[in-house]
């Protein structure tokens, strides 16, 4: 009786968290649907989260203020690449850190937490140095190749790897496989879940840059949505049914991956612990 009555208690809790988290969401949608009188008229009652007055003005609006399917575009393309390269490069060093054996392992392993750390907005000067002596100003490299490698996903790929049975790789060390075929043909389909897990959450991360982008991109061909959405705040006037229409279209990206893949995701995370 005692456990049912627990059990009760964490799902109404889980229940409750959940409707105060959907609240903001469902307010954007709603208010993104609204004529811009009605926005704030409505706010303090529970008007404000229904859908009394329903128009699509305010997204035809914002599609004309803005190029919004080319920021749109711009964002997709260098967040998947971002995701997709960088699925490559950390699974490979997260392998050779869980299962290689190697001078210096421990002390890269030690640097690659300590790093992880590190907060983005402490190096951002010294990275756009760099970035600016390469010429890669206002480039796709500017945007891409700095976060292809990222320390955090490279400690989730070691830890899930340390999962996997070191009997299974020996047998095909014996059959003449070398590392990275091991690698491919073995680790890589039992891996499924930290994958998925890591590829949304770099798209996710890089989804919602703004610092990065306003430093190296100085014209629009190369803007993301998030430097479109900030035009609706610099240039008056300032109208906020268009800025609710505007991020409700931006976030439909989001969910839509994760409610795709959310199975994996979860698989992915509950894989992962921290192990020694």
Known sequence: MADRKIKIFI???????????MIPLVWMVVSSLKPENQIFADLGSIKSLLPTTITFDNYIKAFNRIPMMKYLFNSLFYVSII?????????????????????????ILTAIIALMIVPFESIVMPLYFVVNGLSWVNTWLALIVPFIANCFSIFMFRQFFMDIPNELLESAAIDGS??????????VPLSGPVFTTVFILDF????????WPILVTTGES????????????TLPPIFYGQIMATLTFTTLPIVAIFLLLQKYYVQGITSTGIKG
């Not at 799902?11 to 988290?21: D, R, T």
């Not at 299962?99 to 392992?105: A, E, Q, S, T, V």
């Not at 590392?179 to 680790?187: A, D, E, G, H, S």
């Not at 190369?222 to 705040?233: A, D, E, K, V, W």
């Open 222 to 233: 190369l803007r993301n949505i998030q430097l479109g959405i900030q035009t609706f705040f």
């Open 178 to 187: 070398s590392p990275l075929k091991t690698f491919l043909k073995i680790v």
């Open 204 to 211: 996710i991360s890089h989804w919602g840059d703004f610092m």
């Open 11 to 21: 799902y109404a809790s889980n229940i409750i968290m959940s409707v105060l988290f």
């Open 83 to 107: 995701g997709i390269s960088g699925l490559g490069v950390n699974s490979i060093c997260g392998y050779a850190l869980a299962k290689l054996n190697f001078k210096g392992k421990g002390v």
